[in-house]
């Protein structure tokens, strides 16, 4: 039988990266083909993100494009999946007529009952249902495709810190832990494949295990990971500052494959915003939390997340947060916007802030945090650094790209290096979001 071909579309966070894997397996599993040419396929599915307006708005129009094609090809069944499909439920298939299915963030496995109708008789399904602390992920099939350097894996789903300007704690449930034992077994079977690099995946890895009895903790977990042979580096996100733990913390510079990176993000720099936030720290905690982390392991590399315009959110606290940055001088950060989201408690908060002053706010952010990357990039010039080889640079085809332990990119011309080496590369340039480097031979 010709094997049926589907594509997929995928916006948003590692996570959703890591669920339209896991659905591509799925499917590859039933004898479904993977394409990147949507025109070829027999099935399309979006997969979605809703954790701000913007990137929400970007799916209505990748659906208006996939009309098109339906159009030409009818039998064609067009599905969305992801954080949109959670939150909007049946109102997609209202407002989207030609939408064959809708699947919820914790239903994955029910896509293939929808694509054989002698397993449903609805005719356009919506399976949202999020079914309390279940692990979406438990017997799935593992298929890891050939050929990759890194992969993600999920460790856990859902949050329960409702921190109140996220939506994610209702679109993608309860906090949940999946078991050591199946994170393990995905690892060792991505390994196989030559997987060399892991990056470890949850709201807030740092509760890890927390809501499984007799489930090991965080650091134990990472501990396991760094046994399974053939991987050489592990990575995670996202890690909430306030329960960093001072175990993790010596984590850094202990695990020989543990990369020199975290991501912590403060989302402001303000107490009374941080207060508002409902985030359960100080801006002292996380800098006194900063500093206990550069003592374990000079070299880290710390990253961060910062809202700006956040309801309430006064000139002086803003001032708070430029401070805050300029003093713990983060590696990088990415800065949003804020906008309201529903079922939130901000966004019944009255105090809203002009578009304008977002948008200046975030300029200015932005052009601090540009000079301060700059100025870390450049302390790199001169040094050697160890680069895990990804494969062919995007932007010189005949040079190579990979990252730095520190997850800085990397380009280096190397002809005769393969995807997967770890090779030694000394740093000859500074450039605004990457080094250029030469290889190190002796
Ligand atoms: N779990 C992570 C944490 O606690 O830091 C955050 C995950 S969230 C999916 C990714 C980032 O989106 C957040 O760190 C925050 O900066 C941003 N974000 C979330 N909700 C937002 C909103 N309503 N408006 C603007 N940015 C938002
Ligand atoms: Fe959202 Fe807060 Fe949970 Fe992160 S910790 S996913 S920001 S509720």
């Known amino acids: 039988m010709v ?99 809708v699947l919820g963030t914790k239903e994955l496995r029910r896509i293939t009952e929808f694509l054989d109708p002698q397993e449903t008789c609805d005719h356009r399904p919506c399976a949202t249902a999020l079914g309390g602390r279940v692990d979406p992920y438990q017997g799935l099939p593992l298929f890891p495709r050939a050929g990759r350097i890194t992969a993600f894996v999920s460790i856990m789903q859902g949050c329960d810190n409702f921190c109140s300007f996220c939506i994610v704690p209702f679109v993608r449930g309860r906090e949940v832990s999946r078991a050591s034992g199946d994170i393990l077994e995905e690892i060792r079977s991505l390994s196989a494949t030559g997987v060399k690099e892991v990056t470890l995946l949850g709201q807030n890895v740092n509760s890890y295990g927390n809501r499984g009895p007799g489930e090991m903790s965080f650091p134990d977990l990472l501990e396991a990971v760094q046994q399974v042979p053939g991987v050489e580096r592990i990575r995670f996100t996202t890690s909430h500052p306030k329960d960093l733990s001072p175990r993790l913390i010596q984590s850094f510079g202990r695990l020989s494959k543990l990369c020199e990176h975290i991501h912590l993000p403060l989302q402001s720099g303000s107490d009374r915003v941080l207060e508002r936030m409902k985030r359960g720290y100080s801006r002292e905690e996380v800098g006194e939390k900063v500093l206990r982390l550069r003592q374990a392991c000079p070299e880290i590399s710390i990253t961060t997340d910062m809202i700006v315009g956040f309801p309430g ?61 700059e100025g870390k990039n450049r302390a790199w010039e001169g040094r050697i650094v160890e680069v895990l080889t990804e494969g062919p640079s995007k932007v010189r085809g005949e040079e190579k790209t990979g990252r730095t332990r520190t997850n800085r990119i990397v380009n280096f011309p190397g002809p005769s290096i393969s995807p997967g080496s770890l090779v030694r590369v000394r740093v000859e340039k500074a450039l605004a979001h990457s080094l250029r480097g030469e290889l190190v031979t002796e």
Request: net charge positive; hydrophobic share 35%.
């Open 3 to 101: 094997p049926k071909k589907f594509f997929i579309q995928t916006f948003g966070c590692q996570m959703n990266v890591y669920d339209s894997e896991r659905i591509a397996q799925l499917l590859t599993s039933r004898n479904f083909q993977q394409v990147d040419d949507p025109a070829r396929a027999d099935l399309i599915l979006v997969n979605t993100c809703s954790v701000r307006e913007k990137p929400e708005k970007k799916v209505y129009s990748a659906l208006g494009r996939f009309r098109a094609l339906k159009r030409k090809k009818p039998g064609l069944q067009i599905g969305v999946g992801g954080c949109v499909a959670q939150q909007e439920g049946e109102r997609l298939l209202e407002r989207v007529p030609y939408l064959d299915f």
């Open 313 to 373: 959110e006064e000139e002086r606290d803003f001032q708070e947060s430029l401070e805050m940055i300029a003093r713990i001088q983060f590696d990088d950060l990415f800065s949003f916007r804020y906008s309201d989201r529903p079922h939130t408690r901000a966004s019944s908060l009255a105090d809203k802030i002009p578009e304008g002053v977002k948008q200046e706010r975030l300029a200015a952010l932005q052009s601090l945090q540009r000079k301060i990357t």
